[in-house]
T-cell receptor, first 112, second 116 residues
Framework: QKEVEQDPGPLSVPEGAIVSLNCTYS??????FMWYRQYSRKGPELLMY????GNKEDGRFTAQVDKSSKYISLFIRDSQPSDSATYLC????????????FGQGTRLTINP | EAGVAQSPRYKIIEKRQSVAFWCNPI?????LYWYQQILGQGPKLLIQ????????DSQLPKDRFSAERLKGVDSTLKIQPAKLEDSAVYLC??????????????FGQGTRLTVV
């Protein structure tokens, strides 16, 4: 069993839709939870960063962490074609940069 | 601020050949990471340096992979001899982490290696 499981998709939605991306994990030591966005042939860039359980909102993006269920989510409101990318969840027990364990990535396409 | 620089962007080699990748981290970043991203998968950490010392290389296939970070700045990752399963994007990342303050990792664009 992988430490982090993420539905690879692909996921295709119309512009303006609400997108929900999810990951589950098995390692109880994970305390730091991140979402990265990766455009084609680019490196991952940090989108959202949450420590422990709870919600965090940044513009159209909301990250949720439920440690009791070992489940994290990323919601994108009013999705735009520019949001089309691969979204990677990542987790760590030691901090936002330490030994990140990534999910497989979900490929998202927003159709105009 | 300049980002993490990597070269070359693309490399095609035959199996059993050797290859080297270069990374220049963001100026002032003490910690440097090499990740391997196989097509359709998330990145996997290969090795982490703090300055010029190795912090973690538990997932580095040491029989064929080696890495060094001279003078605590630039780093090279080498594969010798390469296998077909080494085809992947090799990502370099850096951070200001020194063991005390939380921070984030910044990734380069990666080197896409194809082994034929």
């Amino acid at each position: 069993q992988k430490e982090v499981e993420q539905d690879p998709g692909p996921l295709s939605v119309p512009e303006g839709a609400i997108v929900s991306l999810n990951c589950t994990y098995s390692n109880s030591a994970f305390q730091y939870f991140m979402w990265y966005r990766q455009y084609s042939r680019k490196g991952p860039e940090l989108l959202m960063y949450t420590y422990s359980s709870g919600n965090k909102e940044d513009g159209r993006f909301t990250a949720q962490v439920d440690k009791s269920s070992k489940y994290i989510s990323l919601f994108i409101r009013d999705s735009q074609p520019s949001d089309s990318a691969t979204y990677l969840c990542a987790m760590s027990g030691g901090g936002g940069a330490q030994k990140l364990v990534f999910g497989q990535g979900t490929r998202l396409t927003i159709n105009p | 601020e300049a980002g993490v620089a990597q070269s070359p962007r693309y490399k095609i080699i035959e199996k059993r050949q050797s290859v080297a990748f270069w990374c220049n981290p963001i100026s002032g970043h003490a910690t440097l990471y090499w990740y391997q991203q196989i097509l359709g998968q998330g990145p996997k950490l290969l090795i982490q340096f703090q300055n010029n010392g190795v912090v973690d290389d538990s997932q580095l296939p040491k029989d064929r992979f080696s890495a060094e970070r001279l003078k605590g700045v630039d780093s090279t990752l080498k594969i010798q001899p390469a296998k077909l399963e080494d085809s992947a994007v090799y990502l370099c990342a850096s951070s200001t982490w020194t063991g005390r303050r939380d921070t984030e990792a910044f990734f380069g664009q990666g080197t896409r290696l194809t082994v034929v």
